[in-house]
T-cell receptor, first 114, second 111 residues
Framework: DAGVTQSPTHLIKTRGQQVTLRCSPK?????VSWYQQALGQGPQFIFQ???????QRGNFPDRFSGHQFPNYSSELNVNALLLGDSALYLC?????????????FGPGTRLTVT | KQEVTQIPAALSVPEGENLVLNCSFT??????LQWFRQDPGKGLTSLLL?????REQTSGRLNASLDKSSGRSTLYIAASQPGDSATYLC??????????FGQGTTLQVKP
């Protein structure tokens, strides 16, 4: 049973560039959430996708956008990168309607903006 | 606005000790509470999930309790081992699955 996978593992970008991160949910899951974790901090909720639509969003600017595909995989796009966007980006998947609504996390993508 | 606080921020104990990590939250209207483990630079591993209607959950040497009325949860680790060294994160979930995390407790267990 494949868990949550993310690609790439590491990424280095320059200020002003754009980046796309990818996530494949755990087998059988239909909901994908993205989190940003700055060094030494707890993860912060960016947004959640369900049925290919953004279901809810955290306090992040419009530079952060996403997409969910029919196979439930998801992308996170960040435009006009800032130094402050350097962080570990985590993807979590879950299944709507389950009693636990437990979130399963991927290994993350480490983004460094120089 | 829900806020989650974890105390202490860091903890160092000798191997074999029993220890308690604390988590508090400001809004008792939660769907569930999860405890996670995070090794340096890695993703999150779910340890225990407690439904809002439950009082505690146990897995091996780990026991997590939940008191919604007081907005508190504790993670008890029995007979700590060096392999338990990691950051432990507490997160409360809304009914849409959105997680709000504390800042974590970094645990070091010395041999």
């Amino acid at each position: 049973d494949a868990g949550v996978t993310q690609s790439p593992t590491h990424l280095i970008k320059t200020r002003g560039q754009q980046v796309t991160l990818r996530c494949s949910p755990k087998s059988g899951h239909d909901t994908v959430s993205w989190y940003q974790q700055a060094l030494g901090q707890g993860p912060q909720f960016i947004f959640q996708y369900y049925e290919e639509e953004e279901r809810q969003r955290g306090n992040f600017p419009d530079r952060f956008s996403g997409h969910q595909f029919p196979n439930y995989s998801s992308e996170l796009n960040v435009n006009a990168l800032l130094l402050g966007d350097s962080a570990l980006y985590l993807c979590a998947s879950s299944l709507v309607g389950t009693q636990d609504y437990e979130q399963y996390f991927g290994p993350g993508t480490r983004l460094t903006v120089t | 606005k829900q806020e989650v606080t974890q105390i202490p921020a860091a903890l160092s104990v000798p191997e074999g000790e029993n220890l308690v990590l604390n988590c508090s939250f400001t809004d008792s209207a939660i769907y569930n509470l999860q405890w996670f483990r995070q090794d340096p630079g890695k993703g999150l591993t779910s340890l225990l999930l407690i439904q809002s209607s439950q009082r505690e959950q146990t897995s091996g040497r780990l026991n997590a309790s939940l008191d919604k009325s007081s907005g508190r949860s504790t993670l008890y680790i029995a007979a700590s081992q060096p392999g338990d060294s990691a950051t432990y994160l507490c997160a409360v979930a809304s009914n849409t699955g959105k997680l709000i995390f504390g800042q974590g407790t970094t645990l070091q267990v010395k041999p």
